[in-house]
């Protein structure tokens, strides 16, 4: 059983064998409630890699689900110890709600992440002015401080574009995204700008889709897909709301987001393109 991956992969990993072992030895979710004196909701986030589950209560289910002590098992007691470890972003721990800690984590581990953006510059391609701006407009009561390590946190989260083993990011932006000043006209300029250096790196594309395609695929909602390099994770689709995120995994809904992003990337411009917008709303700024 691979064990590759940082603590939240390892978590989806391990919640996905507890649940076909358990359909597998034909145990009912409420036996699993009554076994660990948990809510049904909680059997869910379980299995579905949402939370930790405790290494006694691992034991117990593959005492339940009739997985005898040997390599299986010991794989599985080694994944559950191992899917509990803090993750890197453990410091900001203060500033990330649970729902967001576990985009971190898929995020952390994917090779590769293709995004689409409809109102904002993308968390990964933000320059420290630009989120600032996007943060108090959020919560115009926040502390500074808060911002502060906000902004770091989305800065670490960058660091990684660069580092090895760095992710393959696709980013589509709508040009509404280019055209939204957002920090005054300096802020806005040194963003796109900084927009236009991202897509010089190798892993790293970016396009636009112009206002004159018209209606186009991405008009709902903005979403992201990561994938990974093991073949036992399968994507995940991510869509941040308002007070919360959706997180898709079912094949059939990602293949329908999957083949959203291709008619979104049919309808946008080429990458150089793209580019040369950019850098052209960027030179009516200054």
């Given at each position: ?9 390892r ?91 576990i ?19 993308h ?8 989120a ?29 574009l ?28 040194e ?29 709902g ?66």
């Amino acid at each position: 059983m691979a064990t590759s991956g940082g603590p939240t992969v390892r978590r989806r990993r391990l919640g996905a064998e507890l649940r076909r072992l358990r359909e597998s030895a034909g145990v009912s979710v409420d036996e699993v409630c009554q076994l660990l004196r948990c809510s049904i909701s909680k059997v869910s986030r379980m299995e579905n890699g949402r939370v930790p589950v405790r290494t006694r209560d691992v034991s117990d289910l593959l005492d339940l689900y009739g997985v005898a002590k040997g390599e299986q098992h010991d794989a599985l007691m080694a994944l559950a110890r191992e899917s509990r470890r803090h993750g890197w972003w453990h410091s900001y721990h203060d500033v990330v709600p649970t729902w967001f800690e576990i985009y971190i984590g898929l995020e952390g581990d994917a090779t590769s992440i293709q995004v689409y953006e409809s109102q904002l510059v993308h968390g990964l391609l933000q320059t420290s002015d630009y989120a600032r701006q996007v943060l108090r407009a959020d919560d115009p009561e926040v502390a500074a401080e808060e911002i502060d390590r906000k902004i770091a946190l989305r800065m670490d989260r960058q660091h990684r574009l660069t580092a090895p083993n760095q992710p393959r990011l696709w980013v589509i932006l709508d040009e509404a995204v280019l055209r939204r000043e957002i920090g005054g006209r300096a802020v806005m300029r040194e963003q796109l700008e900084f927009i236009a250096k991202r897509s010089e790196l190798p892993n790293v594309t970016i396009q636009v889709i112009p206002f004159d395609v018209g209606a186009h695929a991405g008009l709902g909602s903005a979403f992201s897909i990561l994938g990974f390099p093991d073949s036992e994770d399968h994507e995940v689709v991510y869509i941040e709301e308002a007070a919360g995120s959706l997180y898709i995994e079912r094949v059939a809904e990602v293949r329908r987001y999957k083949l959203k992003m291709d008619h979104l990337l049919a309808a946008a411009l080429r990458p150089e393109e793209s580019v040369q917008m950019i850098l052209s709303a960027a030179k009516e700024l200054t």
